[in-house]
């Protein structure tokens, strides 16, 4: 079956959205076109924190504030909205992976392979890297208690140069990895969307596979499960240059 042509009204459109988003403070983890075969259509698909911070419904009615007041000649119905950790974007982020914002590119993807996903057309204006290309990353790491079915977080720095895992400090914990020649092979936990309730603090925790340095997967193991030790703030991953 032919595939319809993105065209550059569609492209223009997209950027311009893109960017008044981040004008108006909207995170934007991911930005592309998707073509969808059963619809032959494209499809805007802008992968946000919003949509599990504050619900699907604010990040489209941001969305669609911005399209009427920027007069942006794009359909709502053609914008689809997701978590930072679909699938797709998560491969992109790592495989395919761009600068965050402002950063908006436009690179062509045809019947490609993005790590174990198969995009049969799309078009990325961005893809924000998980993990930059060099410099100490400190985040939270995350071991689970089976006995008292919690999860223990832990402070973490990892080390990376030139985008290889050259090493994981674990505060109070001797992580395993294996040394290779170009980096390390190890399996990561690291504490994600962190809530603090009045009895209980809660999370999620991805699973980050890196292989010969380089990181391979990210998988959500778990979601809202009790943390113990969890930072006082959600620790995200902050990277300081080498």
Do not use: C
């Amino acid at each position: 079956m032919d595939q319809t042509p993105l065209v550059d009204r569609d492209i223009g459109a997209g950027r311009r959205l893109i960017e008044a988003l981040d004008r108006a403070g909207v995170p934007l983890t991911a930005a592309l076109w998707k073509y969808i075969p059963e619809e032959r259509d494209w499809r805007l698909v802008l992968a946000s924190s919003w949509v599990r911070e504050r619900g699907p419904r604010k990040a489209y009615e941001a969305v669609q504030e911005l399209l009427r007041t920027d007069g942006i000649d794009l359909a709502l119905h053609r914008v689809s909205v997701v978590e930072s950790d679909d699938h797709l974007v998560t491969e992109l982020r790592i495989f395919a992976g761009t600068d965050g914002a402002p950063f908006v590119g436009g690179t062509f993807l045809h019947g490609a392979m993005v790590g174990d996903a198969f995009v049969d057309a799309a078009y990325v204006y961005r893809a924000e890297r998980i993990i930059g290309q060099s410099g100490t990353v400190n985040l939270t790491a995350a071991t689970h208690d089976r006995a008292r079915k919690v999860w223990v977080a832990r402070l973490a720095k990892v080390t990376v140069d030139k985008g290889f895992f050259k090493t994981i400090e674990v505060e109070g914990f001797d992580w395993p990895q294996m040394q290779t020649r170009d980096g390390i092979n190890a399996h990561l936990g690291v504490l994600t969307n962190v809530s603090h309730r009045a009895d209980a603090t809660l999370g999620d925790v991805e699973r980050w596979t890196i292989r010969g340095g380089r990181l391979r997967g990210v998988d959500t193991v778990a979601k809202g499960v009790r943390v113990e030790n969890a930072p006082a703030a959600p620790r995200a991953a902050e990277q300081t240059p080498a």
